[in-house]
């Protein structure tokens, strides 16, 4: 197997290209539908290049997950050196002019002499392999659509085999054991969703979509003229946010030497300095009042309107309203 931070890299560099099999639950909502949701938006804006997805959180379940596949793929490959690990394929049939669509299958093997090609889609999981098999069931369709139109190619004679290899993680400790790898063939009488239709209607949708917004978005997706407005003020607030400092610094050696001196105010023609006392104050405890006085604490609340408006808040909290 290659490196894995080389073959993860080239994962998400096929993944803005088009779907892959594992985007297989979009295409089956989609044909659904008959139209495309908005949960599939940030999806499709990753492939028209609106939007780079910078989350690379790998969870413990992931982790496991790549260091189990690793392991039976190692396994594979120790007792027939025939067997590849994530090979790309990509469909011919299915892929439109705005979206590919692809799978990286986690072992192939092609036998030349029986005229066979295989595909093992290995999962990890705290499930039984047959309720993996039934939720994974919508990638294993793609993957199994795409090993059939392989094998098309590469002329007549040619079988496909497409497997689920499961690995159940219950307990797991690090330690592959060989009892807990588990091995099902998939077939599929009927066609779970139609992969043609869902094609053409993200290629179609891809075709129009010009812009893409989550509801918190880094200025690098805005477009152009809004990006240069933001570029203005991010140099006005720079600006502001030092001239507060030296302005606060400016008040405290003035605080310091006005005190020395005894002196209560100085007028300058644009300001006043007073020096102000330290003194006490009284505040009124709401948090308190509220847990202590709940009835009493409702009767006198108000409901009023606000207009809505742009909060603008400094890195380090600091808030310019």
């Known amino acids: 197997m290659e490196d894995n931070t080389d073959y993860k ?15 297989a639950k979009i295409l089956s909502k989609v044909d659904e539908l008959g139209y495309i949701p908005k949960s599939c938006e940030e999806r499709l804006a990753i492939i028209k290049g609106l939007y780079e997805k910078s989350d690379n959180t ?9 260091q189990i596949e690793l392991q039976i793929y190692e396994m594979l490959h120790s007792v027939d050196e025939r067997w590849e690990s994530n090979k790309y394929i990509e469909s011919e049939k ?28 290995c999962k990890a999981t705290s499930q039984t392999i047959k309720e993996a098999r039934h939720h994974y069931s919508e990638q294993l369709y793609i993957e199994n659509m795409l090993g ?33 790898i588990e091995f099902c063939r ?27 917004y989550r509801e918190d978005i880094e200025q690098r997706y805005l477009p152009e003229e809004v990006k240069q407005k933001f570029d203005i003020i991010n140099t006005y607030v720079r600006e502001i946010k030092e001239r507060e400092d030296k302005v606060k610094e400016f ?12 002196i209560k105010s100085i007028k300058t023609d644009v300001f006043t300095l007073t020096k102000v006392e330290p003194t006490e104050t009284i505040t009124f405890d709401k948090k308190r009042f509220e847990d202590e006085h709940k009835t009493l ?16 808040k400094l890195k380090g909290d600091n808030n310019i309203n």
Do not use: P
């Not at 890299?9 to 985007?23: F, M, V």
């Not at 790998?58 to 790549?66: F, L, R």
């Not at 299915?94 to 093992?120: A, G």
């Open 148 to 180: 059939k139109e392989y094998i098309k190619k590469l002329g007549k004679g040619w079988k496909f085999n497409m497997k689920l290899c499961h690995y159940n993680t219950n307990e797991y400790d690090g330690i592959l054991k060989e009892n807990r």
């Open 9 to 23: 890299q080239i994962i998400i560099a096929h993944h803005k290209e088009g779907l892959g099999a594992s985007d």
């Open 186 to 212: 998939i077939r599929f009488g009927n066609g779970l969703f139609d992969i043609d239709k869902s094609m053409m209607l993200i290629s179609s949708y891809l075709d129009n979509m010009t812009e893409y």
């Open 58 to 66: 790998c969870t413990q379940a992931m982790a496991y997950g790549d």
């Open 94 to 121: 299915y892929s439109k002019q705005n979206c590919k669509l692809f799978c990286h299958i986690d072992f192939f093997k092609k036998d030349d002499e029986e005229k066979i090609i295989t595909f093992v889609e």
């Open 297 to 312: 604490y409702k009767k006198y609340l108000k409901k009023s309107n606000k207009k809505g408006y742009a909060l603008l």
């Open 251 to 262: 008040k405290e050696k003035m605080f310091k030497f006005m005190d020395e001196k005894n």
